[in-house]
């Protein structure tokens, strides 16, 4: 049914950016509130940010905030994170994630969402 595969990660210095990509085979994209999540080794996964399914609505986890920007585009099926500004607190392994509930059902927990990607490596060096 739904897949999700994130792309994009790497190593980068700090203060340098990155952008992952996330295709989603569904049949009707637009459907689905989009967000990222990250998860360094020993944490829990935690929210970074989330785009509802017309695009016209971005939130952003309030540390990221400025940093951080999520879009997407329809035609391709496709979500996208734009990182600025890299710190090495960042790394982490990225996840995208689609919810069939609006933004205001499917928000900054894990369990609101209902389909994952395999997550893409991002590593920032100091």
């Known amino acids: 049914q739904v897949q999700l595969v994130e792309s994009g990660g790497g190593l980068v210095q700090a203060g340098g950016s990155l952008r992952l990509s996330c295709a989603a085979s569904?049949?009707?994209?637009?459907?689905?509130?989009m967000g990222w999540f990250r998860q360094a080794p020993g944490k829990e996964r935690e929210y970074v940010a989330r785009?509802?399914?017309?695009?016209?609505?971005?939130y952003y986890a309030d540390s990221l905030k400025g940093r951080f920007t999520i879009s997407k585009d329809n035609a391709k099926n496709t979500v996208y994170l734009q990182m600025n500004s890299l710190k090495p607190e960042d790394t982490a392994v990225y996840y995208c994630?689609?919810?069939?509930?609006?933004?205001?059902?499917?928000?900054?927990?894990?369990?609101?969402?209902?389909?994952w990607g395999q997550g893409t490596q991002v590593t920032v060096s100091s």
């Open positions: 785009i509802s399914r017309s695009g016209g609505l971005t």
């Open positions: 569904v049949r009707t994209f637009s459907s689905y509130t």
């Open positions: 994630a689609a919810s069939s509930r609006g933004t205001v059902g499917a928000t900054t927990r894990v369990g609101e969402y209902d389909y």
